[in-house]
């Protein structure tokens, strides 16, 4: 079985190089989803608001991603995007996309949405907000894909280390030119793992496996920015190649992100 741990729907897509050609400015919805699911046999995802109006709220998007994963409750897991920097309405838009529109965790883009995640302040204003990740019990997700002083792995270690039950998964690895760091950080903290998309190649998979371990990576695809096409094929090389066993591939592909699920 396949669980993709990092894809996006419910909007437009445009400005990003690494899109293919086919799927560039075009609206990425939870049917074409499906439809990418089925061609490479992934049984679910995690569906994220693909964007949505920092500005103001996420609320529209996280509505279309409940209604997703209504549609096709076997298939899809609804996280919702929030920014945290609206305090009081985040709060409340936490608990209603976790107790009434039945979201399983949520997604920071800190880098996107202008905050750290930690430091300089940030920490006493967004402290609340992971009180409530924790206290709802459920997974974060957070965007980290390179050299931003917006989101460094040093800032996800200190919310890791002051909130260990909450599971947070780093998307990217971190990035190529952050992956050593986050992979001190997973190594650290028992509840910090790595998602796979956008690492370089097999090998640097297979270097990040043998740094912090199998169970704490999963397979992600960035869908549809980039796709299975390109991200099972890096684990798929690295099985046949043998640096990856077969065990650890099954817990990458699935049993990890199932576990921190709890499905």
């Not at 897509?13 to 799927?23: E, T, W, Y």
């Not at 049917?31 to 089925?38: A, F, G, P, R």
């Not at 997974?139 to 039950?165: D, N, R």
């Not at 990035?175 to 790595?194: C, E, H, Q, W, Y």
Request: with cysteine.
């Amino acid at each position: 079985m396949i669980i993709d741990a990092l894809t996006y729907i419910g909007g437009k897509i445009v400005g990003h190089d690494g899109i293919p050609l086919k799927r560039r400015n075009g609206f990425f919805g939870v049917e074409d989803l499906i439809t990418m699911m089925d061609r490479y046999n992934i049984k679910k995802a995690i569906a994220i608001p693909l964007f949505g109006d920092a500005s103001k709220d996420y609320m529209p998007s996280n509505e279309y991603v409940a209604k997703a994963q209504e549609k096709y409750p076997q298939r899809i897991i609804g996280f919702c995007r929030l920014n945290p920097l609206y305090e009081r309405k985040a709060l409340e838009d936490l608990e209603i996309c976790i107790s009434e529109l039945k979201l399983k965790g949520v997604y920071l883009a800190p880098r996107f949405d202008g905050y750290m995640p930690y430091g300089w302040g940030y920490e006493t204003m967004l402290e609340p907000f992971y009180k409530k990740i924790e206290d709802l019990g459920i997974p974060m997700i957070i965007h980290c894909s390179g050299p931003c002083v917006l989101e460094t792995p040093g800032q996800i270690a200190a919310v890791a280390m002051k909130h260990p039950s909450i599971p947070i998964i780093i998307t990217h690895a971190g990035g190529p030119r952050m992956s050593i760091d986050t992979a001190v950080v997973a190594l650290r903290n028992k509840n910090v793992f790595l998602e796979t998309s956008e690492t370089h190649s097999s090998f640097f998979i297979a270097g990040i496996l043998k740094t912090i371990g199998a169970d704490k990576i999963v397979f992600g695809s960035a869908t549809p920015f980039i796709g299975p096409e390109i991200e099972k094929a890096k684990l798929d090389i690295g099985l046949k190649l043998g640096l990856i066993s077969k065990e650890e591939y099954e817990l990458i592909m699935a049993k990890n992100i199932s576990r921190i699920l709890r499905i």
